[in-house]
């Protein structure tokens, strides 16, 4: 009766359990939750994948920078001729060039034409790049091109015979926690395989404007740098450029580039030795909940255009300041670090429709991209206006600042440039909301909730206007003295 009972109360309260007969009695043991487990071994994919992934050795001569100072000694001391010869000799010797090594890893990615891909950072200054094989074999290597915003190089070795390559995977269709596997070369051990999951994606680490990594927990050390990251079926999925650590050894935050970005950037080094990435010719920053509620628009999405390039494809295209780009080619832009990659990654030439939000109404707009060119320079120049006679000058004070109207005087007093018009901020109330936004005296206000001002009474026209909407900030537009614009949420609760 007792084993019955035992067994119908445990079943009666929800466990599972497993008879099993000792001595004519049946004992029950609880069964465990099926658990999913990783892969069993990945020795065969690791075999399989090593002739393709190989060593990067560089070799640069630099020129010593620090000469060793003599200690001062009393003159007649018996030391000092003993410290001159002693330093002249250190100082000769630190003059000489010297030969720095660096390690790194790669990946075949075209066996036949030799083509090798890795980091820029790895090969960058380099005098001499040599590919070292899993067999044994060395190879000297060109280099096709580099990409120094997204840390990629294409180099090419001239095999005597096909080389074992690897190809590109699908990064969009990797998940978090699905298994991925690093083989590289860390600390210049040689080929090394080690596993983990994908912890992470679309990681923003702050190294490019186009930072897009998957993290990983792959050990990934020093010298994986522009090793390959694969999947289990044996892609490419990744490539291994930047880790995480305050002692320079895996702590588990490893970063890889996508093979999305890497494979468009690659195949325009082997081109044109060059990358050459569409332009859209505006300057973008972030959707805040505050800039959403202030447009009107419910949830922050996004990126909002604070200003135009003249002449650019924008322009041409009739986007304005003020506008929120929420589309970019049928692709929907959810934050403002999207876009540019978004724009980035589209051919050059091609027309695509760019949506936006304008005073509360979706616009679609036909925009033509054009060649962003890498090494562009803006050069800006101020001219020293010859001093106005002081006058009077109208003031108000609206959400924590006083304004003016822009005049000769003020654009003297706070260096402003000709071309900035608007309603000129002559300070700032200690604590305000405005303060808390670092607005500064010398501040232009352009616009306010996306219409024009040109005087202090515009200003406060508009505040109230957004006051009695019942809003609960207003969107300035404001340039600084340069003229350089950008958006600003402004609290109105209180005034």
């Given at each position: 009766m007792a084993p019955e009972f035992f067994h119908r109360r445990m079943t009666r309260i929800g466990f599972a359990a497993a008879g099993i007969v000792l001595g004519g009695m049946v004992a029950f043991q609880p069964v465990q939750p099926a658990k999913a487990q990783g892969p069993v071994s990945v020795a065969d994919l690791a075999e399989n994948l090593a002739d393709a992934v190989v060593n990067i050795s560089t070799a640069q001569t630099v020129q010593a920078q620090r000469s060793v100072p003599m200690p001062e000694v009393p003159d007649g001391s018996p030391f000092q001729e003993f410290f001159e010869e002693f330093f002249d000799r250190q100082n000769r010797d630190n003059d000489q060039p010297r030969r720095v090594q660096s390690l790194g890893s790669g990946f075949v990615l075209d066996g036949t034409e030799g083509i090798i891909v890795t980091n820029n950072h790895v090969i960058e200054g380099a005098?001499?790049?040599?590919?070292?094989?899993?067999?044994?074999?060395?190879?000297?290597?060109?280099?096709?091109?580099?990409?120094?915003?997204?840390?990629?190089?294409?180099?090419?070795?001239?095999?005597?015979?096909?080389?074992?390559?690897?190809?590109?995977?699908?990064?969009?269709?990797?998940?978090?926690g699905d298994w991925v596997m690093a083989i590289g070369n860390p600390f210049g051990l040689g080929g090394t395989v080690t596993v983990g999951i994908v912890s992470a994606r679309n990681r923003d680490i702050n190294?490019?404007?186009?930072?897009?990594?998957?993290?990983?927990?792959?050990?990934?050390?020093?010298?994986?740098?522009?090793?390959?990251l694969f999947d289990m079926q044996g892609n490419v999925v990744g490539i291994n450029t930047a880790i995480i650590s305050p002692s320079g050894g895996?702590?588990?935050?490893?970063?890889?580039?996508?093979?999305?970005?890497a494979i468009r950037v690659i195949d325009q080094l082997r081109e044109f030795g060059e990358t050459r990435r569409g332009w859209l010719g505006v300057r973008i920053q972030e959707v805040t909940d505050e800039i959403a509620e202030s447009l009107g628009m419910g949830d922050a999405r996004g990126a909002l255009v604070a200003g135009v390039t003249e002449g650019g494809p924008a322009e041409k295209g009739k986007i304005e300041a003020g506008d929120v780009i929420i589309r970019f080619d049928g692709r929907r832009v959810a934050?403002?670090?999207?876009?540019?990659?978004?724009?980035?990654?589209?051919?050059?030439?091609?027309?695509?429709?760019?949506?936006?939000?304008?005073?509360?109404?979706e616009v679609p707009i036909k925009v033509t991209l054009e060649r962003l060119e890498e090494n562009e320079v803006i050069e800006t120049s101020t001219e020293t206006e010859e001093q106005t006679p002081d006058k009077p000058v109208d003031k108000s004070e609206v959400l924590g600042m006083t304004l003016a109207e822009l005049d000769d005087a003020l654009r003297q007093q706070f260096s402003i440039d000709e071309d900035v018009t608007g309603v000129v901020i002559t300070e700032v109330k200690p604590g305000s909301s405005a303060e808390e936004k670092r607005v500064m005296a010398g501040d232009?206000?352009?616009?306010?909730?996306?219409?024009?001002?040109?005087?202090?009474?515009?200003?406060?026209?508009?505040?109230?206007?957004?006051?009695?909407?019942?809003?609960?900030?207003?969107?300035?537009?404001?340039?600084?003295?340069?003229?350089?614009?950008?958006?600003?949420?402004?609290?109105?609760?209180?005034?």
């Open positions: 005098d001499e790049v040599t590919v070292n094989f899993n067999d044994g074999t060395k190879l000297r290597a060109d280099v096709l091109g580099i990409d120094d915003k997204t840390d990629i190089a294409v180099l090419k070795v001239d095999p005597p015979k096909p080389l074992k390559a690897v190809s590109f995977g699908d990064s969009d269709v990797i998940r978090v190294a490019g404007p186009y930072d897009n990594f998957i993290q990983t927990d792959a050990s990934i050390n020093r010298g994986n740098s522009g090793g390959p895996s702590i588990g935050i490893g970063f890889a580039i996508p093979a999305k970005t934050t403002m670090r999207e876009l540019p990659r978004m724009v980035a990654e589209t051919a050059v030439g091609k027309e695509v429709e760019v949506t936006v939000l304008r005073k509360g109404k232009v206000i352009k616009e306010v909730a996306q219409e024009t001002v040109a005087t202090p009474a515009d200003v406060e026209a508009q505040i109230k206007k957004l006051k009695d909407e019942g809003r609960r900030s207003a969107l300035l537009l404001l340039a600084n003295p340069t003229g350089d614009v950008r958006f600003v949420p402004v609290r109105i609760e209180d005034q």
